[in-house]
């Protein structure tokens, strides 16, 4: 396999996996805030507060994402809500990631900040229109 078959060919489909797989997990925090599957966490959140407001994001963001429409848009509003949750809920516990459970916070901030600039991949309603 050469360097040009797996820009032009691979490349699309991991980034089209990455961005479904993402998409899959960060809909699961979602969820259990909103609805309490798979089991909840805080109890429900109270309608327009910050974690509500965070939950629909994850949910309904997290659609868009999986399905890969306006995925550019989406993933910078959902990146810029990692770095806010870490930031908010996350760092004053501590400066470690490790020890105040911010990792995955980070990760899906960055992967997010990645599908801004790489788009959709393959695998998406992004791609099947042209955008």
């Known amino acids: 396999m050469n360097r040009t078959e797996l820009e032009t060919v691979w490349a699309p489909r991991l980034l089209g996996i990455l ?3 993402t998409a899959i997990l960060f809909i699961e925090h979602g969820t259990q805030k909103l609805f309490g599957i798979p089991t909840p966490t805080y109890g429900m959140p109270e309608p327009f507060t910050l974690l509500w407001v965070a939950a629909v994001l994850e949910v309904f963001g997290g659609l ?3 399905l890969g429409l306006f995925t550019r848009p ?3 509003i959902l990146s810029g809500q990692m770095a806010v949750a870490y930031w908010m809920a996350h760092a004053p516990k501590s400066i470690y990631p490790a020890l105040n459970g911010g990792d995955g916070a980070i990760l ?3 992967i997010f900040l990645y599908l801004v600039a790489a788009g959709a991949g393959a695998f998406s309603i992004d791609r099947a229109r042209g955008a």
Request: aromatic residues 24%; contains cysteine.
């Open 108 to 110: 899906f901030c960055f």
């Open 64 to 66: 868009l994402i999986l």
């Open 19 to 21: 961005r479904i797989v």
């Open 74 to 76: 989406v993933a910078f």
